[in-house]
């Protein structure tokens, strides 16, 4: 289901997306009793969700479940780590908090030279929102 959803949201069916994350997240809770590493994927997409929706304080509280869900099951290098802590900077800059987002996008940085080669698309878009990152007005310059 978590799938779905990610097409939907890849298809701007944001409302359907909720809907299909809400049948996802119920399944989960009769599955599964304690955190599982799917409930990880459950939250991330939920935050890019509601990040594409606006709402950058509830995406910041969901990008937190899944980066504490990955700490819990995952090696400290795994690139799910990366991919939480890229999906939070984006949240934060969003949230016009870029000194906050840059601290993350370093993070997963670090944790993708572990795993990807430089020319991979992850740490190419980290360098490209790095330089692009404007300390002053804590947001994105356009170019």
């Known amino acids: 289901m978590a799938g779905i ?24 809770q009769q599955v599964f009793e304690k955190p599982h590493p799917f ?4 939250y991330y997409n939920k935050s890019r969700l509601l ?47 870029g000194e906050q987002a840059k601290a993350y996008y370093r993070k997963a940085d670090k944790i993708y030279q572990h795993t990807y080669k430089k020319n991979h698309r992850n740490r190419t878009y980290l360098r490209d929102i790095l330089n692009r990152l404007d300390p002053k007005q804590e947001m994105l310059a356009v170019f």
Not at 8 to 28: F, R, S, W, Y
Not at 39 to 42: K, P, R, S
Request: net charge negative.
């Open 39 to 42: 409930h990880a994927i459950l």
């Open 51 to 97: 990040l594409l929706q606006g709402k950058t304080k509830e995406a910041i509280a969901e990008a937190n479940k899944a980066i504490a869900i990955t700490e819990r099951f995952f090696e400290p290098e795994h690139p799910s780590h990366g991919d939480n802590y890229t999906l939070l900077g984006d949240i934060l800059v969003s949230a016009r908090k």
């Open 5 to 28: 959803a990610v097409l939907n949201i890849e298809q701007g069916k944001l409302q359907v997306a909720a809907d299909t994350l809400k049948q996802a997240e119920t399944i989960m």
